[in-house]
């Protein structure tokens, strides 16, 4: 996604487009694990978090292309948050996309052939499963009602509403312990996301901070270079050092003439 702040109804269609590659990969993933009676277990686990994620991004494009959301005037900057998670996943789900399509290539052989091997690692298969669900995770969580309002906003400002909210509820679990009150689970897995959301928003700034520090440094570098091209090119077209040549000159000079 690009620099330029996005509406809440545009950036929906990009929405819309992941989640399009979504459906696609939980199609594909389907399709392999009830024709391959050898099919991994990480497989199905991958299947449930890539649907999870399609189930999420179906109430954000709801929400983008609410009345509410396109009358407040909000505008969803490259450094907001649901534009960060949005990038990410795309990358994941496009990435697992690219190593599951050859299931369904049109050459019988080549798929019957690609079918017999899994293309991920269990690691690397368990790894992208875990981070589509903090990702989902972390997309509930914005979507809340109470929420929604800190989708357009900055890391930080995330970061400070997330641990307001996970502070008042320790508060509240804590009081319930104090009078022997039994908390219920809904508060305690509130506690338990809202302390993952945290992590991961601390993560994705972290990862935007290195991004955009590299940017910078790309961007220092080519001025650099385009300076040292631009006294190359001087001096390609004037090799004379007009301050040499006047030393040089006014040494051949008599004194006390041309006063």
């Known amino acids: 996604m690009n620099s330029v702040s996005m509406n809440p109804f545009t950036l929906s269609t990009g929405v819309a487009g992941l989640l399009s590659l979504s459906i696609e990969v939980t ?6 694990i009830s024709r391959t009676n050898s099919a991994p277990q990480n497989a199905s686990e991958l299947n449930t978090e890539v649907s999870a994620l399609y189930h999420v991004l179906e109430v954000a494009v709801e929400a983008l292309r609410s009345d509410d959301a396109n009358t407040e005037g909000n505008a969803f900057g490259d450094q907001c948050i649901l534009r960060s998670i949005l990038t990410a996943c795309q990358g994941h789900v496009a990435t697992v996309y690219k190593k599951i399509s050859k299931f369904r290539s049109p050459d019988k052989k080549t798929e019957l052939l690609a079918r017999i091997t899994w293309p991920f690692k269990k690691d690397e298969c368990q790894e992208i ?14 979507l809340v009602a109470s929420n929604r309002s800190l989708m357009s906003q900055s890391f930080s400002m995330v970061m400070a509403a997330m641990e307001e909210q996970h502070k008042r509820t320790i508060g509240s679990m804590e009081m319930m312990n104090e009078n022997f009150i039994d908390v219920p689970e809904a508060m305690l897995k ?23 520090n590299i940017s910078e440094g790309v961007a220092e570098l080519r001025v650099a270079s385009r300076d040292n091209e631009r006294d190359k090119l001087l001096q390609w077209m004037s090799p004379l050092e007009p301050g040499k040549r006047h030393h040089d000159i006014s040494l051949k000079r008599l004194g006390d003439i041309g006063r």
């Open 190 to 212: 509130m506690s338990e996301r809202l302390k993952n959301v945290i992590s991961l928003v601390s993560e994705l700034a972290s990862s935007s901070a290195e991004i955009q």
């Open 27 to 32: 199609k594909i993933l389907h399709n392999y």
């Open 129 to 142: 499963s875990r981070t589509l669900h903090r990702y989902a995770q972390t997309l509930q969580v914005l």
